[in-house]
């Protein structure tokens, strides 16, 4: 069941210039339906995102698959996550041999994520916490990947990247944002690549967005 639309969604990407075959072959792999509410299943492999309530969202695949590739990582390689959410680009993060550590802000979708990557047999390292401080505990990490809006690059999140490893991140106002590369050249330097607008919900923490 859904090989079919997962095969689809995974041309489209294709045809929107995601040339990576470790990210391809993870969105084939990786079940999407297991990761939306029931009455959304049905969407689950179109090319886009989805409501999982308490106003967040599941990004779009090809977001999913864009923000992957940036981060050209390697099998065994470690990742941290900012934003949780459904858990679905921890998943495709898994599949790829990533060792995965992922922060999640809001306690409910933070509970039934962790319960979901448990039913799911996913070894992923889950918090409930502010991301934008990163994890201080298992840095550096070869990759750090922010999947909500931030109004600038958190100075914490800088400062856990491993040198050689590429942090992604959309940083913008709250409707519209610039996806950012940024390799960590050596301790002080960054080289910055900047890519098309992306729009995604707001980073809320101490070096994010300040909550209302
Ligand atoms: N990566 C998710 C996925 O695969 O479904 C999509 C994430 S959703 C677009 C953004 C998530 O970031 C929301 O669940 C939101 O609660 C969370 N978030 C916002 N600010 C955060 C913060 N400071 N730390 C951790 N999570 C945060």
Redesign the pocket.
Known sequence: MHEKSRQELVNGLMSKGITDPEVLKAINNVERHK?LPKALEFHAYKDI?LP?G?E????QPYT?AFMTQELQLKEGQKVL??????????AILTNMGMKVYT????HD?YSLTRKLFDELGLRIYAKY????IGWSEFAPYDGIIV??ASPDVPKSLKSQLAIGGRLVIPVGNKSTQTMKTLLRVDREEYQVKEHSAFT??????RE?WKEK
């Not at 967040?56 to 990004?59: A, G, K, L, M």
Request: proline letters at 3%.
């Open positions: 990761f995102a999982i308490c967040q969202t599941i990004s999913v996550e900012i934003g949780t959410g459904s858990g679905y680009q921890a922060i999640e802000r809001q979708i916490g502010d991301g934008t999947t909500a995604f919900v707001p980073l809320i923490g994010g």
